[in-house]
């Protein structure tokens, strides 16, 4: 059974930092594709950041600079520092493993939220 399970959300005051982990499990992880991806209230889910097996990386223009998404194989961890956050990352952050299209598992996601 494949489980992807997030933790690291919460409130935080504009700029500061936040560090979201999604723990894998039921997959062989180091040969998938990670990636975070958002969804704020009244919009469409979009992808934030994702690392391939590889370790290269891409990120939505909105984060670049500011986020970083890094992974672990020996943990089946993808990870996600978010810094100088903004009210408008405010979003159920949820994490995606993806080989195949066959193969593209789902977290039940996390909400950051950024307020004073």
């Known amino acids: 059974q494949v489980q992807l399970v997030e933790s690291g959300g919460g409130l935080v005051q504009p700029g500061g930092s936040l560090r979201l982990s999604c723990a894998a499990s039921g997959i062989l992880f180091n040969i998938y594709v990670m990636a975070w991806y958002r969804q704020a209230p009244g919009k469409q889910r979009e992808l934030v950041a994702a690392?391939?097996?590889?370790?290269?990386?891409n990120y939505a223009d909105s984060v670049k600079g500011r986020f970083t998404i890094s992974r672990d194989n020996a943990k089946n961890a993808v990870y996600l520092q978010m810094n100088s956050l903004k009210p408008e990352d405010t979003a159920v952050y949820s994490c995606?493993?993806?080989?195949?299209?066959?193969?593209?598992?789902w977290g039940k996601g996390t909400l950051v939220t950024v307020s004073s």
């Open positions: 690392i391939t097996s590889g370790g290269s990386t």
């Open positions: 995606n493993a993806r080989y195949s299209l066959d193969n593209n598992y």
